[in-house]
């Protein structure tokens, strides 16, 4: 088990799950409070408990139990407490564990396992038991789930089938049992006959898997002649021990679309493309914020259009909130803005520029003079010749004819942004890629994310090394994601 560190917060914030059985969330929350108070080196805890009004009645108990309702609840409570900022959760539920697997990758809180506290309690107190005698409902027993998480310990045995269906599930879901309010009589009688059956088939201890049995566990527990572990309170005791930074995710690129967006669009496919996949879940897991209403950036850098620093920036915030671990925007003009809006990012643009150098570098050693094609903004701006010149390398632009067909081949009314990919847009970038070879230039970026969307002849491609800055891009998106890291 993780301990707190020395740079844990002096308070942390916890927050329960109730309602998926009354008494056992109530009972958790008392034990938690009392355990706090019991530790005089423990910080404060501030511990917020969430209930809404969530009822599956007797059915929960049963084989053919359908949790679809359930999942949503504990999805849509956990998501609520993630939005509250709470740092640990608690699901205090057997049924719920057997699928908050399914949850858990999609919420950026630690959210603790109750298997993980029983695993630790069990394999550091009772390390010399083999069998284990477990009380809990039809559903998950049937669900297999005690055998994947406890298994490695022991030998996992459950009540024989008479003794599981008219005593155990009648001491919890009867009229008479723990959820109508009883704690003693008939159902205490039951649970101890429950017990005695699982230690007969050599139960060395006995693990409840129920919620509700811990609730009278004090008068429980005399009548045993085995361990009988309190898992609330067990759950309780893990949870203000363990470290608030929830497990490692997998890698999720942002995207920030729109600029433009079939540039997008082609930078996507590029990325499923680069995947070695054999399933659809080897690809990368992708979040788009496709927002086509951010201000126009060459506008705004050779013509005192609107500033795009904000919009970016919020859609940039949007893609860190939906737990992006980079981002991406695949509009080389759009990097003129990059240095004024990371600084106020948790986690990092991958810069398509610097890659583009770098790639230049690594697998055109050779090159000392590159030809640029794109918006006059990108131009204008001065960012590709920067990077370019910081590498050792020349960069050529186009003149002031070409850079006006330039201009067409992606604004004109027959350009990409308008849809067309071949005619007078093939031939006006044709004629550029012509004159800047004749200038000198060794390879040539298409350094608009629209240009590689264009229909060049063969004979145009194969005349000069056409870098492409989306194909770079994603191809490093892919490698990150491959290694698990967000930047490098």
């Given amino acids: 088990m993780q301990k707190r560190s020395e740079n844990t917060p002096a308070q942390r914030r916890y927050g329960v799950v109730g309602g998926l059985g009354a008494m056992a969330g109530a009972d958790l929350l008392l034990k938690m409070i009392r355990a706090t108070q019991r530790s005089t080196g423990m910080p404060a805890a501030d511990i917020a408990f969430a209930q809404r009004n969530f009822e599956d009645g007797p059915a929960t108990a049963e084989q053919g139990y359908d949790p679809t309702r359930r999942k949503f609840y504990v999805y849509n409570a956990l998501k609520d407490m993630e939005e509250q900022g709470i740092d640990i959760a608690l699901v205090p539920c057997f049924v719920s564990h057997t699928f908050l697997r399914e949850i858990t990758p999609e919420i950026s809180l630690r959210v603790v396992s109750v298997f993980d506290a029983l695993r630790h309690r069990i394999a550091h107190k009772h390390a010399g038991v083999r069998t284990i005698g477990v009380l809990t409902s039809s559903y998950v027993r049937e669900s297999g789930i005690f055998e994947r998480e406890l298994g490695e310990l022991g030998r996992i045995v459950y009540p024989n089938a008479a003794v599981q269906n008219d005593k155990l599930m009648t001491a919890i879901y009867g009229p008479r049992g723990v959820r109508a309010g009883h704690h003693s009589g008939e159902c205490l009688q039951l649970l101890f006959e429950t017990c005695a059956d699982l230690i007969d088939q050599g139960a060395g201890i006995i693990v409840p898997g129920i919620t509700e049995v811990p609730v009278l566990i004090d008068s ?31 890698f999720k690129l942002g995207v920030l679309g729109g600029v433009g967006p079939a540039a997008t669009v082609d930078f996507m496919r590029k990325v499923v493309r680069l995947t070695q996949a054999a399933r659809d879940q080897d690809h990368i897991k992708m979040v788009v914020q496709q927002n086509p209403q951010i201000p126009d950036r060459t506008a705004n850098l050779i013509g005192g259009g609107e500033d795009p620093t904000i919009p970016l920036l919020a859609t940039c915030k949007r893609l860190e909130a939906d737990g992006a671990a980079a981002i991406v925007i695949p509009c080389n003009t759009a990097h003129a803005y990059v240095d004024r809006i990371q600084p106020y990012l948790g986690i990092p643009i991958v810069n398509m520029l610097s890659e583009v150098v770098a790639h230049l570098r690594t697998q055109l050693p050779a090159v000392g003079t590159v030809g640029l094609l794109a918006t006059s903004g990108t131009v204008a ?92 891009l994603a191809a490093r998106c892919v490698a990150l994601a491959q290694r698990g890291q967000s930047f490098s």
């Fill in 220 to 250: 429980l527990r005399p009548l045993v002649p085995v361990p009988l572990l309190d898992s609330n309170l067990v759950y309780a005791e893990f949870a203000l021990e363990v470290d608030a930074v929830p497990p490692s995710r997998e």
């Fill in 381 to 472: 701006s001065g960012v590709y010749r920067e990077v370019i010149k910081s590498a050792g390398m020349s960069l050529l632009v186009p003149d002031a004819n070409h850079q006006a067909q330039v201009m067409l081949a992606i604004y004109g009314e027959k350009g990409v942004k308008a849809g067309f990919t071949s005619g007078a847009c093939s031939e006006y970038v044709a004629a550029a890629i012509e004159h800047l070879t004749a200038q000198g230039a060794q390879a040539v970026i298409l350094g608009c994310t629209e240009l590689p969307l264009v229909e060049l002849e063969a004979k145009v491609r194969e005349s000069m090394v056409l870098i492409d800055p989306t194909e770079i």
